[in-house]
T-cell receptor, first 114, second 114 residues
Framework: GNSVTQMEGPVTLSEEAFLTINCTYT??????LFWYVQYPGEGLQLLLK?????DKGSNKGFEATYRKETTSFHLEKGSVQVSDSAVYFC?????????????FGKGTLLTVNP | GAGVSQSPRYKVAKRGQDVALRCDPI?????LFWYQQALGQGPEFLTY????????KSGLPSDRFFAERPEGSVSTLKIQRTQQEDSAVYLC????????????FGSGTRLTVV
């Protein structure tokens, strides 16, 4: 079946540090890939997505590239801010027919200190 | 409304009690999803509606769980004879175009069964 494995947290960084959160997936066919972010006390928000191999999703300084050869979709940001502190979830959507459910990883808690 | 609204925000139920969780999606959003998020885990799919039709209920963990969306807008997730393992955050998400994967999530209902 479909599954997503992401980097165990928590991750603690200083402001302006470089961020990488690893995500790999297992799925049949060609899934769409997503990163969602959950700020404290809020619902999950779509951060970025990529729908086919070699696509790069980007938003708010975050980037992730859909790598089919390594089945990966690692999240990166060149310089994190305190306001980036949140839980980050990698997810896939298998798609096809009416199958639009998301399969999520366990989440990675990021804390950025000033 | 501007976002997906869920109520109540918190619910404490005694074991064996029935509970009903409400979701008000964004007006006009055709697709509606329910997810269950246990502590420290990623959300797990429960069920999916397109308008009033329940197209996928494969994630419902037992026949004690029931969801409905009778008029294609508000949805209710009902759990009968609650058990301790039902304790989790229940998330609702809606989407105008489910195939694009960009869902809007509510803040969730935290259910604690004592």
């Amino acid at each position: 079946g479909n599954s997503v494995t992401q980097m165990e947290g928590p991750v603690t960084l200083s402001e302006e540090a470089f961020l990488t959160i690893n995500c790999t997936y297992t799925a049949t066919g060609y899934p769409s890939l997503f990163w969602y972010v959950q700020y404290p006390g809020e619902g999950l928000q779509l951060l970025l997505k990529a729908t086919k191999a070699d696509d790069k999703g980007s938003n708010k300084g975050f980037e992730a590239t859909y790598r089919k050869e390594t089945t990966s979709f690692h999240l990166e940001k060149g310089s994190v801010q305190v306001s980036d502190s949140a839980v980050y979830f990698c997810a896939l959507m298998r798609g096809g027919g009416s199958n639009y459910k998301l399969t999520f990883g366990k989440g990675t808690l990021l804390t950025v200190n000033p | 409304g501007a976002g997906v609204s869920q109520s109540p925000r918190y619910k404490v139920a005694k074991r064996g009690q029935d509970v009903a969780l409400r979701c008000d999606p964004i007006s006009g959003h055709v697709s509606l999803f329910w997810y269950q998020q246990a502590l420290g885990q990623g959300p797990e799919f429960l069920t999916y509606f397109q308008n009033e039709a329940q197209l996928d209920k494969s994630g419902l963990p037992s026949d004690r769980f029931f969801a409905e969306r009778p008029e294609g807008s508000v949805s209710t997730l009902k759990i009968q004879r609650t058990q301790q393992e039902d304790s989790a955050v229940y998330l609702c998400a809606s989407s105008l175009d489910a195939a694009a994967g960009g869902y809007t999530f509510g803040s969730g209902t935290r259910l604690t069964v004592v």
